[in-house]
């Protein structure tokens, strides 16, 4: 497993970032990048489950929300895949994904890491820059 770690500057408050990230309407926007008609389903309460679902809304993953500090810090700790609405555990279970956000002089950093397996490094390497792009668009217009 390796921790991958991905960086962007973004021209808006923290607040405005969070709410990109995590608002139903726009998360869908920057996660299509991963998956066209991906969505989650969460109360996106600290210590819930949060599945991350395709757009069937049967497959995907479920996680829990490890750690939550509004407009600064959400983590989720991977627990396994969604099979046709099954949970199955997986031997990347316990993996990690990290948002962290600080502002300064009316500009966001957002910092990510994310566990990943071999296999998908490079995909994601390629792919993650291209949804914190869609973020950063999305935030620094009203």
Known sequence: METLKFNTSIKASKEKVWQVLWNDGTYRKW??????GSY???DWNEGSEIKFLGPDGSSGMFS???KKIPNEEMIF???GELKNGVKETKEWGGAMEKYFLTEADGTTALRVEVDM????VKYFVDTFPKALEIVKQLSETD
């Open 77 to 79: 700790k991977h627990l």
């Open 117 to 120: 397996n071999e296999e998908y």
């Open 40 to 42: 989650a389903e969460s």
């Open 64 to 66: 829990m929300i490890e």
């Open 31 to 36: 996660t299509a990048v991963f998956s066209e």
